[in-house]
């Protein structure tokens, strides 16, 4: 099966055209970089000088796509060239070749060859003068240090640059998607929160006009339907002035509408009664201290729509609504009777018990909703709604 080699980057052949035609151009001119009486010169002549010129050109053209093979094979063609008259733009190639290495190529050979390169810039400085004894032999190490450490550094310095901005960039980006999943969350616990308090203000009224509505439609008694409609009137009120202030929470505190202080505990005894002039046999056991002002509204919202899936759900029977405050939690327990419920009902959908559930998740509480058995009752079970709610922050954490 062939191997494909890469195809080289578009600047690296315009780089490695240039410096062939350069190195032609020095070439046809005679301009060569030793003269032939040399003693390093092995291969005199002017044509010897374009093999490692052309082959350093190809190498060129790799920079990028290899430039671990191009810096092996521009080596290479760089003894050679040392041995001919040699080119000028021969040398010039070669140094870019060891800064594409540094750059381009992985991180083992970007570490080593700088490395190597201030080592063979050490010995070629050392050797020469212990070998010949005279200062010109430092030039050796001056000519190697500029074709190879140099450029080595020069790369290790652009790859450092270039890293640090990638690794800028990763961050950035990061934080940015951090950043839209905090709003997205954010978004969707606040749809969450503004469900809830729609359901648990809306669902009460609406579920005691829906009942009454349906009585009223349908018994033949002006009595029993002029109650209904009393009740539907009182509940309508109720539900709009509770519209009224799910807008003043919506709203900011600089427009035209101010919120309304969210309900409290102390309210119960005004959602009993009107639980009871709903036709429902609620009795109320409240026995608390101070609470917080999110307890308290979890509590009062728990209980409000635990009396208004009595209204909709629970068979003929006592409702019981109790609060306790004991050992650092307040809990909430309220009772109604279970079984199928004789005459008008209105449709359930299921949120209040999720709305319930939230708000009790939300400050570490616990909460449990379902049938007990219970001897005293007619059917043998009860709806039971029970939830524990922290008091202190230290419970909530």
């Not at 001119?29 to 005199?44: C, D, M, W, Y």
């Not at 010129?53 to 760089?78: D, F, I, Y």
């Not at 006009?209 to 109720?238: C, F, G, M, W, Y």
């Amino acid at each position: 099966m062939a191997v494909r080699l890469p195809r080289p980057h578009r600047f690296d052949l315009c780089a490695a055209l240039a410096g062939l035609l350069g190195g032609l151009l020095l070439w046809g001119v005679g301009l060569a970089a030793r003269p032939a009486g040399e003693p390093i010169v092995l291969l005199e002549g002017r044509w010897p000088i374009l093999l490692p010129l052309a082959v350093t050109a190809g190498c060129e053209a790799m920079r990028r796509t290899l430039p671990r093979t191009a810096l092996l094979v521009g080596w290479a063609a760089l003894t050679v060239d040392t041995v001919t008259q040699g080119n000028l733009v021969t040398v010039l190639m070669f140094t870019d070749l060891v800064y594409a290495a540094v750059v381009y190529g992985p991180p083992p050979t970007a570490r080593r060859v700088p490395w190597i390169s201030g080592l063979l810039t050490v010995a070629g400085t050392i050797v020469p003068v212990a070998v010949w004894r005279v200062p010109e032999a430092l030039l050796i190490g001056v000519i190697i240090g500029l074709v190879a450490l140099m450029p080595a550094l020069t790369g290790w310095i652009v790859r450092n640059h270039r890293d640090a901005a990638e690794a800028a960039r990763l961050r950035a980006e990061q934080t940015a998607l951090l950043a839209e999943m905090d709003r997205a969350q954010a978004v969707t616990s606040e749809r969450a929160r503004m469900a809830r308090e729609l359901h648990d203000m809306v669902a009460n009224h609406l579920s005691a006009i829906a009942i009454h509505s349906t009585a009223a439609l349908s018994l033949d008694d002006p009595k029993t339907s002029r109650e209904a409609l009393s009740v539907i009137r009182e509940n309508s009120v109720e539900g709009l002035s509770e519209m009224r202030r799910l807008i003043g929470i919506l709203r900011d505190s600089s427009g035209d509408t101010e919120p309304v202080a969210a309900p409290t505990l102390d309210g119960l005894g005004a959602l009993v009664a009107g639980a009871r002039t709903n036709g429902l046999d609620v009795t109320l056991d409240a026995a608390h201290g101070t609470v917080p002002a999110p307890v308290e509204l979890a509590a009062y919202r728990i209980v409000q729509e635990s009396l208004t899936n009595a209204l909709k759900h629970a068979s003929p029977g006592r409702v019981t609504v109790a609060l306790a405050q004991r050992d650092g939690s307040l809990t909430v327990t309220v009772t109604s009777p279970f079984g199928d419920r004789d005459g008008p009902r209105a449709p359930g959908s299921g949120a209040g018990l999720v709305g319930m559930r939230e708000r009790v998740a939300l400050l570490g509480g616990t909460f449990e909703a379902g049938p007990v058995r219970d001897p005293d009752s007619a059917d043998g079970k009860i709806w039971t709604v029970r939830a524990t709610l922290p008091v202190s922050e230290g419970d909530r954490e």
